[in-house]
């Protein structure tokens, strides 16, 4: 059974950083796209940052461009997002995802396989 582990949420003031790390298992990981969404209380889960199989290619949300860094290690089956300068808005569950096809990065419905999230909070 696949699984994808989420790591390194915690409580942040405004303007620091945080590291999310996702570790998968029990998938070829260099043969998926890697990605981050994340889901405020209230709010639909909404796509933060994506990473294609060779670490090529990066996507990012405009509310997360300039400040997040999605990377990826092959050789560790794990993905990262570095965040900085993090806003009150940044607030949210981040969870990792795994697509093996997909076309759209930002689109929920195209990723196969779903951690169970970290919190991050972030103090005003």
């Known amino acids: 059974q696949v699984q994808l582990v989420e790591s390194g949420g915690g409580l942040v003031q405004a303007g620091g950083s945080l590291r999310l790390a996702c570790a998968a298992s029990r998938l070829t990981f260099i043969s998926y796209t890697m990605a981050w969404f994340r889901q405020a209380p209230g709010k639909e889960r909404e796509s933060v940052a994506a990473?294609?199989?060779?670490?090529?290619?990066?996507y990012y949300a405009d509310s997360v461009k300039g400040r997040f860094t999605i990377s990826r290690d092959n050789a560790k089956n794990t993905v990262y997002l570095q965040m900085n300068s993090l806003k009150p808005e940044d607030t949210a569950v981040y969870y990792c995802a795994a697509s093996l096809f997909v076309r759209n990065w930002y689109r929920l419905n195209e990723y196969d396989y779903w951690g169970q999230g970290t919190q991050v909070t972030v103090s005003s």
């Open positions: 990473i294609t199989e060779s670490g090529a290619s990066t």
